[in-house]
């Protein structure tokens, strides 16, 4: 079992710069890959970004692109989402979600086996 738990979550203005985390636990974190989703209240759940195993590819929205970065550390066990020049489009839920099979379809939800409880982004205009 793969237990992940999202932090940094919170209330930013638009335009201005927050990172969430992800801390995994339970499985060697190089064997995994990663992807953060979000839900908006009445909408559902999407894609936002995602990273391979070895971290050497990333794959985004086409609504966060050239904002959003996607990374890993792997010593650290750790997930990054770095949200920069956020809006409010961007405020949800996000969650973080982890993959170990092959082969994995990065921007689908149906792909991953393990998923945070999420962590509440609020972007105020």
């Known amino acids: 079992q793969v237990q992940l738990v999202e932090s940094g979550g919170g209330l930013v203005q638009a335009g201005g710069s927050l990172r969430l985390s992800c801390a995994a636990s339970g499985r060697t974190f190089n064997t995994l890959a990663f992807g953060w989703f979000r839900q908006a209240p009445g909408k559902e759940r999407e894609f936002v970004a995602a990273i391979s195993y070895s971290g050497g590819s990333t794959y985004y929205a086409d609504s966060v692109t050239g904002r959003f970065t996607i990374s890993r550390d792997n010593a650290k066990n750790t997930l990054y989402l770095q949200m920069n020049s956020p809006k409010p489009d961007d405020t949800a839920v996000y969650y973080c979600?982890?993959?170990?099979?092959?082969?994995?379809?990065?921007?689908?939800?149906?792909?991953?086996?393990?998923w945070g409880r999420g962590t509440q982004v609020i972007v105020s205009s």
């Open positions: 979600a982890a993959a170990s099979l092959a082969p994995w379809a990065p921007r689908q939800g149906a792909g991953y086996e393990y």
